[in-house]
């Protein structure tokens, strides 16, 4: 079965922005990933290959206020990442957009998460 180019070519675009772009302990990579249903946010450290912090929509506190994967919710998830790197130390971080184009949801979870105190 022949895959989709439409994944095809987005997992070109994430291969291409994976050569450039990686984390450090001191600076790690802010990743996100939008799923049909849900939305996925994470600090990764690429040196030591540990996830440093980590939320979603299926976090219990988000889920409890019905967080959803559209424009609405996607700002109530990056406020939650920051301040989850903040209170593990993060202040820096490399955005990592996962083959994305910086627009709509992608540019909103960035500029949120930059309100919120994370440097990029």
Known sequence: MKPK???VLQKKRRW?????VSGTAERPRLTVHFSGKHLYAQCIDDEA????????TLDKELRDKKVKNNLEGVPTVAKALAEKAKAAGIERV??????R???GRVKLFADTARENGLEF
């Open 5 to 7: 180019l439409k994944t």
């Open 16 to 20: 291409r922005i994976r050569k450039k």
């Open 101 to 103: 184009i910086y627009h």
């Open 49 to 56: 290959g540990k996830t440093l912090v980590f939320t979603s």
């Open 94 to 99: 490399v955005f990592d957009r996962a083959g």
